[in-house]
């Protein structure tokens, strides 16, 4: 079974520029989180999506945007990019929502310049 | 509101001997509880997860975890260290409410390994 798919896996980009970031869960996962991972901040939830809907959202501002298809990948969005936001992004897929346990991907390492 | 405090930002052990990680949660209802593991330049691998069932949880690779409600702890244990086992580790609250769920997550321990 293919695990959680992060594309692409490095990313350089320039203040003011926008990017996406997609994620492939574990087929039949129909949850899709997104983290952030920064030394200064550890690790800080993004968003969570379910079918489609997104059902909870972290404390970012609203450069920082995203939506799940049909067929459950999901892509974020960063729009106006800071050096703040250079970090590593995962994406965790589980089942279900709920207490169930969550698989990471490898994550999109953005670099701002 | 849930929260996890990883009291140890650094441990090191010589390869053999036990290794303790320590976490301490704070949750308004029943938590679920992780452990996960991150190797340089890599995503998080799940170790184990305590879901309300048995308070000592086995994990992989050796690890283990006790659930300790009066003590609002849940440390990670490993009889005997690997030089593979050096990584970070973080604990994991799960935050479920009306609006989804969310993994709260601790600063993490950086577990290094020497021979």
């Known amino acids: 079974k293919a695990g959680v798919t992060q594309t692409p896996r490095y990313l350089i980009k320039t203040r003011g520029q926008q990017v996406t970031l997609s994620c492939s869960p574990i087929s039949g996962h129909r949850s899709v989180s997104w983290y952030q991972q920064t030394p200064g901040q550890g690790l800080q939830f993004l968003f969570e999506?379910?079918?489609?809907?997104?059902?909870n959202k972290g404390n970012f501002p609203g450069r920082f945007s995203g939506r799940q298809f049909s067929n459950s990948r999901s892509e974020m969005n960063v729009s106006t990019l800071e050096l703040g936001d250079s970090a590593l992004y995962l994406c965790a897929s589980r089942v279900a929502g709920g207490r169930t346990e969550a698989f990471f991907g490898q994550g999109t390492r953005l670099t701002v310049v | 509101a849930q929260s996890v405090t990883q009291l140890d930002s650094h441990v090191s052990v010589s390869e053999g001997t036990p290794v303790l990680l320590r976490c301490n949660y704070s949750s308004s209802y029943s938590p679920s509880l992780f452990w996960y593991v991150q190797h340089p330049n890599k995503g998080l691998q799940l170790l184990l997860k305590?879901?309300?069932?048995?308070?000592l949880v086995k994990g992989i690779n050796g690890f283990e975890a006790e659930f300790k409600k009066s003590e609002t702890s849940f440390h990670l244990t490993k009889p005997s260290a690997h030089m593979s086992d050096a990584a970070e580790y973080f604990c994991?609250?799960?935050?479920?409410?009306?609006?989804?769920?969310?993994?709260?997550f601790g600063k993490g321990t950086t577990l290094s390994v020497s021979s």
């Open positions: 305590y879901t309300s069932a048995a308070t």
């Open positions: 999506y379910f079918s489609e809907t997104q059902r």
């Open positions: 994991v609250v799960t935050r479920a409410n009306q609006a989804g769920t969310a993994l709260i």
